[in-house]
């Protein structure tokens, strides 16, 4: 028997991610946190695995019908998803999402948080069923109508992960989302270094409740006032003093003004001003300006989110809302399994090869996974045969 070369590593099994190690964590958290009570011939591991195979490739489960052999029909399908409720789901969203990738969340140093809203569009009809769960806002993709979405999400360098999503209803405050927020903060055991936040929160009733809890946190400042743009007029960063509600009941707040030169950038020379309310925080203005930047990077979440969004045309709020804890929860698993298995060979900070395992590559392995189970139509009988 030859002799092994001198410095050379013994042949053996190397470590793979396959299929099942993308769809088996997504079909046991789904398991373990929606149960469905179900009747004859479909269980509740039918309807997750195909809601799970309808998300990696965003159909409907109209039209997966004619692309596997044993999987649930329309009726039966949508007769089970109209079980789940509504409060529940919003009970463990926040357990769903973060069941596979805690234990690789840091507890002991503080970290930076986002809220954000996103928009899910819808072209329907507003009944009883749905009529405080959609939203009216400014005309996109041809309608004025959505139902909306409240996140958290932490983040730690470029690694985002979504903590939880909230339905927004009707007549409910910004800030009764954000203390439901950080009440999920201190249930999990984290610190927030920062809390970085979207114009859409803006109110004094926010801000105040932060102070008083001091929560740390940073957000653009709105452009609706004449002080207000004469406060974003300079060529120097620097902090400000600005006051809202002036004239009735005055409240100070602090803003950073971090000043950027275009240099030439769009055919311009100028100086722009850029000014964020702060609180909190003793950091230059441009590193507010630099840390409030690393959230726009939430906006690829919402693209992934959307790729493995199954299509429906329902009016139920609660079926949508299961959609997106689906959709968020595939992409939750894709960062964990990336984060935990394609950090770089280097010293320092952690950092995950972004060339390794691709989303669409994530998604294919879905798709494979669940037409092993369900099986693949590899024929399709013709109406004529050639003639």
């Not at 046991?28 to 490739?57: D, V, Y």
């Not at 970085?196 to 409740?209: A, I, K, P, S």
């Not at 400000?240 to 803003?255: G, H, Q, R, S």
């Not at 060979?345 to 390794?356: A, F, Q, S």
Request: hydrophobic share 35%.
């Amino acid at each position: 028997m030859p002799s092994k070369a001198k410095g050379q590593r013994p042949y053996g099994k190397q470590n793979h991610i396959g299929p099942n190690e993308c769809f088996v964590p997504a079909l046991k958290s789904l398991e373990k946190f929606i149960p469905i009570k179900t009747q004859g011939k479909w269980n509740q591991k039918h309807i997750h695995t195909s809601s799970i195979g309808l998300a990696s490739q965003r159909i409907s489960i109209h039209s997966i019908q004619p692309i596997v052999k044993n999987c649930p029909t329309e009726t039966p399908f949508r007769n089970h998803l109209s079980k789940l409720d509504m409060k529940n789901l919003e009970s463990i969203n926040h357990e769903l999402l973060t069941n596979d990738i805690l234990e690789c969340i840091p507890k002991d140093v503080p970290v930076r948080f986002a809220a954000d809203e996103t928009d899910d569009t819808f072209y329907g009809e507003i009944t009883e069923l749905n009529i405080e769960y959609v939203i009216k806002g400014k005309v996109k993709k041809s309608t004025k109508f959505f139902y909306r979405y409240i996140t958290l999400y932490l983040i730690i360098g470029d690694w985002k992960l979504t903590l939880c999503i909230l339905p927004v209803k009707k007549k409910t405050r910004k800030l009764d989302y954000i203390k439901r927020m950080l009440q999920l903060i201190e249930k999990l055991g984290l610190n927030i270094e920062v809390l970085l936040l979207d114009r859409g929160f803006f109110g004094r009733d926010t801000f105040e409740h932060l102070e008083n809890e001091k929560v740390p946190y940073i957000m653009p400042v709105k452009v609706h006032s004449e002080e207000m743009k004469e406060l974003l007029k300079g060529r120097r960063s620097r902090y400000a003093k600005y006051i809202l509600n002036k004239t009735t009941d005055p409240y100070e707040m602090t803003v950073a003004i971090s000043v950027k030169y275009l240099k030439g950038k769009y055919g311009k020379h100028e100086a722009r001003n850029y000014g964020y309310f702060v609180y909190g925080i003793d950091w230059k203005p441009n590193k507010v300006a630099s840390v409030y930047s690393r959230r726009f990077g939430i906006e690829s979440s919402y693209r992934m989110r959307n790729i493995v969004k199954p299509r429906t045309s329902t009016k139920d709020p609660t079926v949508r809302y299961y959609f997106a804890l689906v959709s968020l929860l595939l992409k939750n698993i894709w960062v964990s399994l990336r984060y935990r298995s394609f950090p770089q060979l280097r010293r320092g900070p952690r950092r995950v090869d972004e060339d390794k395992f691709r989303f669409d590559q994530f998604r294919l392995m879905i798709w494979s996974a669940f037409c092993r189970r369900f099986g693949f139509m590899r024929t399709i009988p013709v109406h004529r045969s050639k003639g």
